[in-house]
């Protein structure tokens, strides 16, 4: 009895000279609310490339020289983006699955903040020679999307970089029992 007790108070000891944290280690639930950003980050960057591509197709930007092509380029790359951030590509093993997507997820924020600040120039100056007016459907729903891109892809990377942090990077995984200066602890 008096083995268990000095053993528990011993733990107690070892935990009280711990390291603060600022933050809680990532759980479960953190890893699930990373991963519903991710494909919720996902189909936002899909709708950014389905708003450029109508607005390409369908409205003529085909046309005007340079935002065109932009237009062209930001459904393209969207695409891409979107279809990476829905593959399962952490078949490929925990680390360069997280460096994929962390990837991705950085591209989609690129596309969408260049065309959230675009559009937002275009509005009140020429850009490229061209020149927005009012806020029709289409630049509501790039505005939405692109905003929810970047938050949704944001607090993606913030769960993997926090995650990866407390992990130290590394696959190990955490263990029901460690064992601390040659004892073993529950």
Do not use: C, W
Request: cysteine-free.
């Amino acid at each position: 009895m008096a083995s268990a007790h000095s053993e528990a108070a011993h733990n107690r000891a070892i935990d009280a000279n711990a390291p603060l944290r600022a933050l809680p280690a990532p759980g479960r639930r953190s890893r699930r609310a990373g991963e519903v950003a991710r494909y919720l980050g996902a189909l936002s960057i899909l709708a950014v490339g389905a708003v450029h591509a109508q607005q390409y197709y369908s409205a003529y930007f085909s046309v005007v020289p340079t935002i065109g092509t932009l237009f062209l380029l930001s459904f393209v790359g969207a695409g891409v983006v979107g279809a990476v951030l829905i593959a399962p590509v952490k078949r490929l093993g925990r680390n360069i699955g997280d460096l994929i997507l962390v990837l991705a997820a950085l591209g989609g924020i690129g596309i969408a903040v260049g065309s959230l600040a675009s559009l937002l120039v275009s509005e009140y100056t020429p850009l490229f020679g061209f020149m927005e007016s009012g806020y029709r459907l289409a630049i509501v729903l790039a505005l939405v999307f692109d905003v929810l891109t970047t938050v949704f892809l944001g607090v993606f990377v913030l769960v993997v970089a926090r995650a990866r942090r407390h992990h130290g990077g590394s696959n190990a995984r955490p263990t029901s029992s460690t064992i601390t200066n040659g004892r073993r602890s529950r």
